[in-house]
């Protein structure tokens, strides 16, 4: 298959891991560094809260991660290639994955792992029921139920309106797992949302 | 392009993701095929009502002034300050406007003695560790959610679980009727003795009012500290320090409450 999205992508699982210097640029002072900080990256803090909270699924743990992200990212700004928003995203879902090993280990399995997804699957195939009648409440539950490998795809792709490639960033997967977990994502979603409305009788249009 | 291919393809089409050439492609086998037309119509359908309908979570706007404040000039100094350090400089404009470590804190001490020669009654070190103290405790029980170690609405609960604990009893209004809820209370270590910290709601802000012994009577203070209120008051034998990011007046109007319950408690 072909995707306009350059494959030879180059994973920075951890920008902080690999860019553990310090060298600011020669004649920034600890404040124009902040102030360049604030301008380039705060921007994007609603996005960074944002998937923390659909990481979490918890408005306290959400901000508990953000902000330890956040101050871990101006830890690391020197580090910053390219666009601070998958940047930034990269460092908070790494928070968010090491925030959920250490206090809710059950949902990062299937996280490290993508070549399951790489099989190729007739299940995930476009059979997916008109979407135009979802309910809100049922379609946000409906989110939050799914794994979080997939949720986070999801998220990222129609939430935050991110490319292949800067999704594969994040996650640190390959393009093809990315397309394959958005695939999954949206069929579990219809499924769970058919679920939810045929349990609770409303009509929704196969 | 078998139907399979096409199929895989689907959500990189509908997502723009795909090429050129291979979309030229695709929709030519569209064209061809009904049933896969409407699969794609359905898809987009899918990706729209997740774009309308899924919540985004914004960040309140308190969490991104508080993790400003909290971003050391010094990188390398990391979070080896106290976390209050970082809510203690003034509001955000002049503190945006240069290297605000220093002028902050020189603006911090001549605003602390103006304030306290003002008052003209406590010493200054001690206020000021006060102040500190009442903030840092705040704050940490905020970050943490452990508002307070018993959990009651009743002041006949709160009053006796923390007299029980300390070497004096704590005044302890119900102010429901003022729509200042109760919620519980906790003990804390400010100014170099254990004191009571009774834990009010109103809306979604939490209140915090410290209360200890003093012999001093003293008038009410008003003091806003990187958008957290306090108001300190000294009345029947006790000092009170409230602090929220509650609005100054709401504030105002439980300082008021409480001094007036105060002589009846």
């Known amino acids: ?10 994973h920075e699982t951890d920008p902080a891991s690999l860019h553990d210097t310090d060298s600011a640029p020669p004649h920034e002072t600890l404040s124009e560094r902040k102030r360049r900080f604030e301008q380039l990256v705060l921007p994007h803090f609603d996005a960074a809260y944002n998937l923390a909270r659909w990481l979490t699924r918890n408005d306290q743990d959400a901000r508990d991660v953000v902000q330890e992200a956040v101050l871990r990212a101006y830890r690391f700004f020197d580090g910053l290639r390219g666009e601070a928003k998958p940047w930034l995203l990269t460092i908070v879902r790494n928070s968010c994955l090491t925030w959920l090993a250490a206090n809710r280990p059950a949902e990062t399995v299937g996280f490290e792992d993508g070549a399951v997804e790489l099989l190729p699957s007739d299940e995930d195939g476009p059979e997916i029921q008109a979407a135009r009648n979802f309910d809100r409440r ?28 800067d999704i594969a960033r994040i996650a640190d997967v390959p393009i093809g797992t990315v397309m394959s977990r958005l695939a999954r994502a949206r069929r579990l979603l219809a499924e769970s949302v058919r679920n939810a409305s045929s349990i609770s009788g409303t009509q929704v249009p196969k | 392009m078998t139907n399979d291919e096409a199929n895989r393809l689907l959500h990189a089409y509908i997502d723009g993701e795909l090429d050129p050439a291979k979309t030229l492609e695709l929709e030519a086998h569209l064209a061809d095929h009904p049933s896969l037309r409407a699969a794609c119509g359905q898809l987009r359908e899918m990706s729209e009502a997740v774009r309308l309908k899924a919540d985004y979570h914004g960040a309140p706007a308190w969490l991104e002034e508080r993790i400003r404040a ?9 979070p080896a300050r106290p976390a209050w350090w970082g809510w203690l400089r003034p509001a955000g404009s002049l503190a945006a406007a240069a290297d605000w470590l220093r002028p902050a804190a020189s603006f911090a001490a001549v605003a602390l003695v103006t304030w306290v020669v003002a008052l003209g009654v406590m010493r200054p070190g001690e206020d000021e560790r006060i102040t500190q103290d009442v903030l840092a405790s705040h704050v940490r029980a905020t970050l943490g959610s452990r508002y307070y170690d ?8 709160v009053k006796p679980w923390l007299s029980a604990r300390l070497a004096f009893s704590p005044p302890v209004a119900d102010l429901s009727a003022s729509d200042f809820d109760l919620v519980g209370g906790r003990l804390d270590y400010i100014g170099a ?11 979604q802000h939490v209140i915090d009012v410290f209360v200890w012994p003093v012999e001093a009577q003293k008038a009410e203070q ?14 029947n034998g006790m000092a009170f320090w409230l602090v929220s990011d ?5 504030l105002n ?8 319950r105060s002589a009846a408690l």
């Open chain 2, 222 to 235: 008003t003091l806003t500290r990187d958008g957290f209120n306090i108001e300190r008051f000294a009345k």
């Open chain 2, 193 to 203: 003795q254990p004191v009571a910290v009774l834990v009010y709601k109103r809306r």
């Open chain 1, 138 to 165: 049922m379609l946000n539950e409906a989110i939050a139920g799914l794994p979080a490998q997939f949720r986070e795809v999801l998220i990222l792709r129609e939430l935050e309106d991110l490319s292949y490639k």
């Open chain 2, 150 to 157: 018993v959990a009651s609405s009743d002041q006949h609960t």
């Open chain 1, 1 to 10: 298959m072909t995707l306009a999205a350059d494959f030879a992508l180059q």
């Open chain 2, 246 to 250: 509650l609005a100054r007046n709401e």
């Open chain 2, 70 to 78: 909290a971003i050391p000039a010094d990188p390398k100094a990391g």
């Open chain 2, 253 to 260: 109007d439980l300082a008021r409450l409480l001094a007036e």
